[in-house]
């Protein structure tokens, strides 16, 4: 397979807590080489590049973005991507779905789904997505996809990119490995990574069969939320992210390069690895986050803060304060909150979310049916909150300092309605009686008694 080691790695100071082979920092302009003197100094597209690569720009954002949100890489690779082109044909994906994509109809309830079992059968990461809903459109660049995937292959002789949406993977189950044009990536549960819109990938398993989450970002790229009066610490710090170092395959061999463009993947024959970047530099590039590294803030007397407080990621929307999606957690913290209900209230909300658990109990449903790898929709303006016993257990509690640990749940959250797809609404993990739990709370209204 011949990944190159990276010739920078000495650069990185040691004893910094810097994992080798990663750069830390969130949405930094990055420079990496794996051979010295790659890159070139003082301009992007010299005449000659060394080494005999070709100079290419991928481009994340219009040329004329705004200084602050414009996004671009400069590689310095083998083989330009044009080179690495073939004839491309449609290949049958029957339940990786686009939106707008109505396939079933979305009943006006909470829905719940058990963990769906890893499927026996050979699954590349790019032949396990199945997805649960879509939200908004991908052509007009707005919404998202929520999905499920599953792997049971490493990928071999091939590689994908999306050309539709940014992609933010989140494993529940087995670990992954992101082999990428800008370098390496290994995640595991508790660890997320983001691959902007075309970037090619191989997707190898990291110690097992895998399953996880994934959510499409048809939007504006992912970026940290705004503090406000938190000020400059805490929530998800800059510092924590990791961005790979260059890494580069040079390899002949007969592959396929997979594409998803306008909600149809296809295919083509290459002949040689397009993971060939020598050099980049720019702040287009994917990276990773540990979400336990999350420095969550909340209620020290009492009441409830919203659920934004937990907001890891956002893509903004062109309406100020409204999230095109919001990607929120829900960590180990500590309640101590006086005379207060702790758990999430009960609510109605304009945004629609789909949540996944990782690992551990989420602690607005302690009664059992929502385990790590299920998952849940409450949909735009429609009631949810605490089951019956969370509710129970909340209201008669001693509200002395309580840790919640052991658990990471998550939402994505859009301002768009989730719509179903029929693999989705079809499935038997689909929880029948779950739309009806709260009519098991009881009455408890007495006149009488303040």
Request: charge should be negative.
């Amino acid at each position: 397979m011949n990944i190159q080691s990276p010739a920078n790695l000495s650069r990185l100071a040691t004893g910094s807590g810097i994992t080798p082979g990663y750069m830390s920092g969130f949405g930094n302009g990055f420079e990496t080489e794996a051979l010295p003197g790659a890159l070139p100094i003082g301009r992007n597209s010299p005449q000659r590049c060394p080494y005999g690569l070709y100079a290419e720009q991928l481009s994340g954002s219009p040329f004329t973005a705004p200084r602050a949100s414009n996004e671009r890489t400069w590689l310095y690779r083998i083989r330009p991507t044009v080179a690495n082109w073939g004839r491309f044909h449609t290949v049958a994906a029957p339940l990786w779905r686009t939106g707008p994509a109505r396939e079933a109809e979305t009943p006006l309830a909470p829905l719940r789904w058990d963990p769906i079992a890893i499927p026996a059968e050979p699954l590349s990461f790019v032949e396990g997505v199945r997805t649960m809903t879509t939200a908004g459109d991908a052509g007009s660049q707005a919404g998202m996809g929520a999905h499920l995937y599953f792997a049971t292959r490493s990928m071999q002789d091939e590689y994908f990119y999306n050309a539709d949406a940014e992609m933010l993977v989140v494993p529940q189950q087995g670990g992954l490995r992101f082999a990428t044009e800008f370098g390496v990536i290994d995640i595991e549960p508790g660890e997320i990574c983001v691959i902007p819109r075309g970037v090619k990938i191989r997707v190898e398993l990291h110690g097992g069969p895998a399953r996880g989450y994934l959510c499409e970002n048809y939007g504006g790229a992912l970026t940290l939320p705004e503090r406000g009066p938190i000020g400059a610490n805490c929530l998800a710090n800059q510092r924590d992210f990791l961005t790979p170092v260059a890494a580069y395959e040079d390899r002949d061999a007969p592959s396929k390069l997979f594409v998803k463009w306008g909600g149809t993947l296809r295919a083509a024959e290459i002949a040689h690895s397009p993971l060939d970047v020598v050099a980049w530099h720019g702040n287009y590039a994917p990276y990773k986050y540990d979400l336990r590294r999350f420095s969550p803030v909340g209620p020290l007397l009492f009441d409830h803060a919203d659920p934004s407080i937990f907001t890891v990621l956002t893509s903004a929307s062109e309406t100020p304060g409204t999230a095109n999606i919001d990607f929120v957690i829900f960590p180990d913290r500590w309640l101590v909150a006086e005379n207060t209900f702790r758990p999430p209230w009960y609510h109605m909300n304009v945004m629609s979310e789909f949540m996944g658990l990782i690992y551990g109990v989420y602690d607005a449903k302690t009664g059992g049916g929502f385990a790590p790898g299920g998952a849940s929709l409450h949909n735009t303006m429609l009631p949810h909150g605490p089951d019956v016993d969370a509710f129970e257990r909340a209201s008669n509690a001693d509200l002395g300092p309580h840790k919640l640990a052991g658990t990471l749940a998550f939402m994505f959250e859009t301002r768009f309605p989730q719509h179903l797809t029929a693999f989705a609404a079809g499935h038997t993990a689909l929880q029948a009686e779950y739309g009806s739990y709260g009519r098991n709370l009881a009455k408890h209204f007495d006149p009488s008694r303040p």
